[in-house]
């Protein structure tokens, strides 16, 4: 059985920063693209970032070009998301999920019908 466990939401002031973790049980993960996305109250889920499976290539929507770093360690079996420059406007629940439809690649843009094995996520708010 597949398991995405995220973890690292909180609630942080603008500016600040947070470190999301997804650790991946019953698949491959080494074998897996892997995407970042996040959906606010009100609104669609939305990719924001998705890494190759060796980790040689990121990609990322402009909303966090800049500011989010993705990575991840296939030892681990686990995802990163390191936020800086934190803005009340990505206050959402994360998910992290497997690139199903690209494999080892990530298709871009993001679509959520290209990923499943969705976890259960974790909050992440910004307070102005």
């Known amino acids: 059985q597949v398991q995405m466990m995220e973890s690292g939401g909180g609630l942080v002031q603008a500016g600040g920063s947070l470190r999301l973790s997804c650790t991946a049980s019953g698949l491959g993960f080494v074998d897996y693209a892997m995407g970042w996305f996040r959906q606010a109250p009100g609104k669609e889920r939305e990719g924001i970032s998705c890494?190759?499976?060796?980790?040689?290539?990121?990609y990322y929507v402009d909303s966090v070009t800049g500011r989010f770093t993705v990575s991840r360690d296939n030892t681990k079996n686990t995802l990163y998301l390191q936020m800086n420059k934190l803005k009340p406007e990505d206050t959402a629940m994360y998910y992290c999920a497997v690139a199903l439809t690209g494999g080892q690649w990530c298709t871009w843009p993001l679509k959520t019908a290209d990923f499943g094995n969705w976890g259960q996520g974790t909050q992440v708010t910004i307070s102005s």
């Open positions: 890494i190759t499976r060796t980790g040689d290539s990121t």
